[in-house]
């Protein structure tokens, strides 16, 4: 019977936690990015230049460029309960933005770990 009891807590524990929101940061690889996206819609955000947004991004990325004068603004256009799924081309203008996104008091950051050219590499889809 002790046992038994022991057994459930730990049930309880575990499926208590399963249902709270991830918070932070989360640098991530393309395989995990697409299954976190489609498990959790939330907003995703191309920080590169419209040009290279144009030549192919990831599926309702919006394209917010990092350097342009409004992307403060823009940011501030974005839920800052729901996840934000960032990406570049290669990770370093999206560490900019997730900096900015964590000033901004964001709750939930999930960053593509090597940007456009990990997912392309991986043979994930692109939207042109």
């Not at 990015?33 to 995703?44: C, P, S």
């Not at 799924?85 to 996104?101: D, I, N, P, T």
Request: glycine letters at 8%; charged letters at 25%.
């Amino acid at each position: 019977m002790k046992n038994l009891l022991y057994i459930l807590f730990i049930a309880l524990t575990f499926t208590s936690c399963q249902g709270q929101h991830k918070k932070g940061v989360e640098l991530v690889p393309p395989s995990t990015f697409e299954k976190e996206m489609a498990a959790d819609k939330g907003q995703i955000i191309d920080v590169r230049t419209p040009k290279e947004y144009k030549s192919g991004h990831i599926a309702d990325a919006i394209n917010m460029h990092v350097y342009d004068a409004d992307f403060a603004k823009q940011v501030d256009s974005l839920d800052k309960s729901k996840t934000v799924y960032v990406y570049c081309k290669a990770g370093g203008r999206s560490a900019e933005a997730v900096e900015h996104l964590k000033s901004k008091g964001f709750e939930h950051i999930v960053e593509l770990d090597g940007g456009m050219d990990a997912w392309n590499e991986a043979n994930k889809p692109v939207k042109q």
